[in-house]
Each structure stands twice: as C-alpha cells, then as structure tokens.
C-alpha cells in the first residue's frame, strides 16, 4: 500500500489534497494488479464521509478499463447510502455515461432501500447512453420505474424520432389480463387520458359506460360524381353506378341522404373513411344535419317532412304524401317562409 493515513479525531481527515491550478488534479491513484484498488477510504464516525470531493468542475472522475469505475457499497443497517451525489444550481448530482455497459449501477439489498437515489436542484439523476438505455429499471414483483411528482410532470418523454412511439408499453404474457397502459384519474374533473391528435385503435375498442361525442351526426362516405359540386348541406341521389350524385328531381326515390358539415353540426362519427381514396363525401345517417332547402315550392314549418326538390341538391316540403313514400331526407327543425336557405334538419330516410 502506497499511502496509509488514518485520523480517529472529530471533525479530522486522514488524508487532504487540494490543486488550484487550471486542469490539474488532487488525487492521482492507479492499480494495475489484480484485485488491487486504487484508493480506498473507510469512515465509521457517524455522519462522516469516507471520500469528500469538491470540485469546480467534477468532483470525482473514475475509470473502469475492464470493471467498475466506482464500486461504493454501505454495510449501514440504518440507512446508508453507497453513493451520494448533489447538484447544486444547474449540475448534476450523479452522472454516469456508457458507451455499452451502464451508466449507473446502484444495488439495494434492503427491502426498503434504493439502489440509486438523485436529488439535485435540475437533474436528480441523468443516465446518458449511445446505444442502449439511459435509464433501465427492471424489477421481479415490484415497480420497474417509479415517478412521482407533486406540481409538475411524473413522467415526460419525447423523440425526435420519424418512427418511433415517445412511449412505447407493451404486456408479453399472452394469457395476462393486465392492461400494457393504465391510468387513472381520481374525481370527475379531467380525465384519465388526453390525446391531442389523431388516434389510431387496431383491435376491439370496448367502452364500460358512454361514448360523449361533441358533434351531431353518424355519417358515412360514399363515392361521389361531382365532389366539387356536392358541397355540404346538399341532398343526393344514387346514381346508376351507385355512386352519389347532386338531386335533381322532385320525390325522387333514389334519395341516399345529405351531405354532412354544414353550418355548427359537424359529423361525430364517420365510417368506411378512405384516406387513399378521393372524390368520397360523408353522407349523414343518423342525427341532425345542415341541409340546403328551398321555401318557393312551400313554406316549411317545424316537423314538416322533406324530399328532394326540382332545385339542384335541395330539399323541399313534401305536400304530396303518396309521392313522398321512400322519398323522404328528413324532417325540419326550423321553419322558412320563402326562398332558399340552409337549415338543421334531422335525418329521417324513409
């Protein structure tokens, strides 16, 4: 051993180094035999520190070539702690960086222990690797990964990446019943999940109490001649194709509905949504719609039926009762004396 120091009085150090120079260094130890170590420090004063560094830049720089770069370990039964690391202002408590191993290794063989615990004013713990994990908790019962937070985020994650999920979660037992994602809002106000965006569900979706949907109508796209023509609020009819086309035609009993978005309703569910296709429009099934009317054939009042008029994608009232049998769009929510207009209507195809 090349240095041996030991100081038994309060408040002592065995050994003190101190270099102010620019990049120089206190303490230089290396041991190249096997099983050797470079420096060893062992305290048993009750709150005393076996190794105490300050430094302006790093305060302990250690370097493993084929094992550890620190192995710290505390045989406390009380609640010690194998490495304490503290940032102040914006650094970092505990660093660690690996090309291929680990960052940072923290062992806890207490059942109430922590392997590896940060606490620092930005970065508790920072975990910095190439191509591996940052981060990696692995537990057998227990919590992999615990975050709590009182004001802000317990878990914030985000990517760069074109591909890649910011947060992936996955179940591998394939006869578990547990969910891959779980959470849990406690109250009525706000909610368990928040998407803003599009959201894509590959299998089942069930729901254990309602579906809340803002918007007013059930709509489904259909093939349309002219999409350019058929703009929302319009009534149309099958044409011979089965496609969709403007109406023409009074009582015509090819009618298949209006055309859904116009005015405050908007369709709340659109099926057989084609994004590759073009030239589709959604037709509303269900609910209340926008539709384009024209009063000159007959003042509509509230609750009138209606049917397609002789004015291009118009509806109009339909007086004649026998003509309008499986002509009928649906039945009108606002009454207009004369002229054309566009009114909520709700679908009723009879």
Known sequence: MAIQESSTGDKSVAVGA???????????????????????????????????????????????????GIASISDSTVGGVGVLGEGWGTGVGVR???????????????????????????????????????????SKDGTGVEALSTNG?????????????????????????????????????????????????????????????????????????????????????????????????????????????????KPGIVLDKQHSQTGRKPIALIGKVFCKVDANYGPIQVGDLLTTSPSAGHAMKASDAMRAMGAVVGKALRALDNGRATIPVLVALQ
């Not at 520190?49 to 370097?63: L, M, N, T």
């Not at 923290?106 to 940060?118: F, R």
């Not at 979706?205 to 809340?212: E, N, Q, T």
């Open 18 to 68: 101190n270099a102010t120079g620019k990049e120089c260094v206190a303490v230089v130890a290396v041991s190249n035999g096997e099983e050797s170590t470079a420096i060893k420090a062992t305290s048993t004063g009750k709150g005393s520190d076996a190794i105490h560094a300050i430094g302006e830049d790093v305060g302990i720089r250690a370097r493993g070539t084929g094992w550890h």
């Open 96 to 138: 660690g960086v690996a090309k291929n191993g680990h960052g940072v290794h923290g062992v806890s063989q207490s059942a109430a222990g922590i392997g590896v615990l940060g606490e620092a004013t930005n970065t508790g713990v920072a975990g910095v690797a190439t191509t591996g994990s940052g981060v990696k908790g692995v």
């Open 153 to 265: 985020e317990a878990l914030h994650a985000g990517t760069d990446s074109p591909t890649m999920a910011a947060v992936a979660a996955y179940n591998a037992n394939p006869a578990g019943t547990g969910a891959a994602v779980y959470a849990k809002k406690v109250g009525n106000k706000g909610h368990a999940g928040f998407f803003e965006g599009n959201v894509w569900v590959s299998g089942q979706l069930s729901v254990g109490v309602d579906i809340v949907l803002p918007n007013a109508d059930c709509a489904e796209d259909f093939d349309v001649v002219d999409p350019d023509a058929a703009e929302a609020g319009t009534v149309m009819v099958l044409d011979c194709d089965g496609a969709l086309r403007v109406s023409t035609e009074a009582y015509d009993r090819h009618v298949a509905g209006i055309i859904s978005g116009a005015g405050d309703y």
